[in-house]
């Protein structure tokens, strides 16, 4: 087992305990630190698959958000965080078995594709992954449209929000 | 190579020679000299804090018109050791009903924030951490910890105050980090690369000359982002206590006092990379200790115009502080931004290009000083609609 391998194994282990930690825990403000250190755990699974930009993007949206998330969590329920007494509902069983069955078939689907067990190779092209991530992101052969739609969509969410937010007017 | 060329080449040579030597792996030895430069560039940042902190009470001091410290050691140079031993030994204390676990990890995600962005200094020719090609990015994403170790802070206090000052920095933090972040792309778009070596490397003129302006609303975002006056509604003594860290004792204080120090000149260190050349000099390219001579003196500088501003203006409202950065800073870096990407483009490679460039940031500067005059002419309308204003006049 090489080192790599093992920081792998440590990583996972740890992102897949906050994960679950995530979801357990009665408090929201601790559950919102857990999700910080599972998003680290993947953005340091990203930085081991040579994927820095991807890496970087991880930390900054979402370990960035997650402080918004937490005032959110704060301000939101009844003004302080109390400990939630029952995280459950009457649907907890039923979605239980709906990520269950959901994990399983992804990983039946997973252990079907070829690649599953091969070792990540070493990245070949001599350019930049950046100038390569970016070149792909608007070149018409690669992924424009997407990537376009996306911008669109954002932008309206934006605007959506600005109208909602906004003072109507004889109030 | 002799040492007196390079010598931190010449050491890590040395020394990688002398761990092969000992028939080592060689994953081992990787390992191990990594760890070696973690270890020095982290050592270099906390002990440059001792220095600072005595620097900034001396600076503030000639302000002020005062001497500052001068009674521990020549010019008060021990002052800080002095300062550190009193923090060290005043009781530490965790308030009962804190969350003890948040509450103690925050003050150390607080350096550690800072201490990350040093991974990615080019302190000379050859001299980084890690060279890697998103460096730009990557100090806008450790700056999220040091949002989140603020926030952890306030909210595991079990304080109202501190509490109330989180969610201010939340607020400021992040707003902040808008315009921060569009000003860092002006000097990616300038050198074509988001590696902080290779926008070193292209600066055979500074970035400040094409770019003046996003050169002074980095400044200005990033003095927000630490916190400091007159962006310092985050601890604001007269409102809200001490902020976040009202509960802090001790060292636990002390490492955010350390992380803001660090923070600032962390800010002289990157406006000197990004817009001053970074390490770039007469003979630098030969002689890296140069390299860093001259980083270290620019981002001087830039620490100087940061305690400048500190000692000279008084705390903004918080109303003024949100609408200062949503109405002002980011659409101005927003138009700054396009502009320079429009211009970069059309005039790349000609000899129009640095007039043009200068000539963009003349007319965003223009117009944003029209701008604002008419803002002010209206408020002056508005303020004499109200005639019976309540005025103080001597009885």
């Known amino acids: ?171 | 190579m002799t040492f007196f060329e390079d010598p931190v080449v010449f050491l890590s040579n040395l020394i990688q020679d002398l761990l092969v030597g000992l028939n080592l792996a060689p994953s081992v030895v990787t390992f191990f000299m990594t760890l070696l430069g973690v270890v020095i560039v982290a050592s270099f940042g906390l002990i440059a804090v001792i220095f600072l902190i005595w620097l900034e009470r001396k600076v503030a001091a000639r302000f002020q018109d005062r001497i500052g410290p001068n009674r521990a050691g020549p010019y008060g140079l021990l002052q800080t050791f002095a300062d550190i031993i009193k923090l060290i030994t005043k009781e530490d204390i965790t308030p009962d009903n804190a969350d003890k676990v948040a509450f103690n990890i925050a003050p150390i995600l607080s350096v550690v924030s800072v201490l990350l962005i040093w991974a990615v200094i080019p302190f000379a020719s050859g001299w980084i951490g890690s060279d890697i090609n998103v460096g730009v990015l990557y100090i806008g994403a450790v700056g999220s910890f040091g949002i989140l170790s603020v926030l952890m802070a306030g909210w595991s206090s079990n304080n109202k105050y501190a509490l109330l000052g989180a969610f201010r920095a939340v607020a400021q933090l992040i707003s902040y980090e808008v315009p921060m972040l569009i000003t860092l792309l002006i000097p990616v778009l300038l050198a074509r690369t988001m590696g902080l070596m290779g926008i070193v490397e292209a600066q055979s003129t500074w970035f400040v000359v094409y770019a003046p302006l996003p050169a002074l609303i980095f400044l200005i975002s990033s003095i927000a982002e630490i916190g400091r006056t007159p962006f310092d509604l985050l601890e604001a003594e007269s409102e809200i206590v001490a902020g976040f860290h009202t509960e802090y004792t001790g060292m636990k204080f002390g490492l955010f006092f350390a992380g803001e120090f660090l923070h600032a000149f962390t800010i002289g260190v990157l406006t000197a990379i990004l817009f001053f050349g970074g390490w770039r000099g007469p003979g630098a390219e030969t002689y890296p200790v140069l390299g860093v001579i001259y980083l270290m003196l620019k981002a001087l500088g830039g620490y100087f115009i940061v305690m400048w501003v500190r000692t000279t203006l008084p705390r903004i409202r918080i109303d003024h502080m949100l609408n200062f950065n949503w109405k002002l800073l980011v659409p101005v870096t927003l138009a700054l931004l396009m502009l320079i990407a429009v211009l970069d483009k059309a005039f790349a490679g000609t000899a129009l290009y640095l007039p043009a460039l200068i000539a963009a940031n003349l007319v965003v500067f223009a117009g944003l000083m029209v701008a604002l005059r008419q803002l002010a002419v209206r408020q002056r309308k508005e303020r004499k609609r109200f005639k019976k204003r309540p005025v103080a006049k001597p009885a």
């Open chain 1, 1 to 171: 087992m090489t080192p790599i391998q093992l920081v792998f194994l440590f990583v996972a282990f740890a992102t897949l305990w906050a994960a679950f930690m995530v979801v357990t825990r009665n408090n929201l403000v601790h559950a919102a630190l857990f999700l910080v250190i599972a998003l680290f755990g993947v953005a340091v699974l990203f930085v081991m698959l040579e994927a820095g930009f991807l890496a970087v993007i991880q930390v900054l949206v979402y370990i960035g958000a997650i402080a918004i998330l937490m005032i959110f969590a704060v301000m939101l329920t009844r003004g302080d965080v109390d400990d939630i007494p029952d995280i459950t509902n009457r649907y907890a069983g039923w979605v239980g078995l709906v990520a269950v069955l959901f994990f399983s078939s992804l990983v039946i689907l997973m252990a079907q594709w070829p690649s599953f067990t091969a070792l990540a190779k070493p990245i070949l092209s001599s350019r930049d992954t950046i100038v390569e991530l970016g070149t792909a992101l608007v070149s018409p052969n690669g992924y424009v449209i997407p990537f376009e739609v996306a911008s669109v969509m954002l932008l309206a969410a934006l605007i959506g929000a600005l109208v909602v937010a906004r003072p109507r007017k004889g109030k």
